[in-house]
Nanobody, 118 residues
Framework: QVQLVESGGGLVQTGGSLRLSCVAS????????MGWYRQAPGKQRELVAT???????NYADSVKGRFTISRDNAKNTVYLQMNSLKPEDTAVYYC????????????WGQGTQVTVSS
């Protein structure tokens, strides 16, 4: 079982920056695919970015060039650096871990609110 704790959300003006952190604890973290998802009011949860243990990344088109996901395996921490924030980035951001066991072990954090004012 994996526990995920996010931090770093807040209120920022358009064009500003925030860095989210997610500290993970549990087993098999070294092989976990880590990711950030977000859910805006009235919308479905959507993928923001993922990173595998080797460091390869994947981003939603809406955040490419503005957001950067990274991980520090020694600290069991994944980060999301968000630059050039827009009001449409406003959402609750969730940390996710997906461990490729059989069956896959998927865990979610409690979420952190990001609000971008216009």
């Amino acid at each position: 079982q994996v526990q995920l704790v996010e931090s770093g959300g807040g209120l920022v003006q358009t064009g500003g920056s925030l860095r989210l952190s997610c500290v993970a604890s549990g087993s098999f973290l070294a092989i976990a695919v880590m990711g950030w998802y977000r859910q805006a009011p009235g919308k479905q949860r959507e993928l923001v970015a993922t990173i595998i243990s080797g460091g390869s990344t994947n981003y939603a088109d809406s955040v490419k060039g503005r957001f950067t996901i990274s991980r520090d395996n020694a600290k069991n921490t994944v980060y999301l650096q968000m630059n050039s924030l827009k009001p449409e980035d406003t959402a609750v951001y969730y940390c996710n871990s997906n461990i490729p066991t059989r069956p896959p072990l998927v865990s979610w954090g409690q979420g952190t609110q990001v609000t971008v004012s216009s």
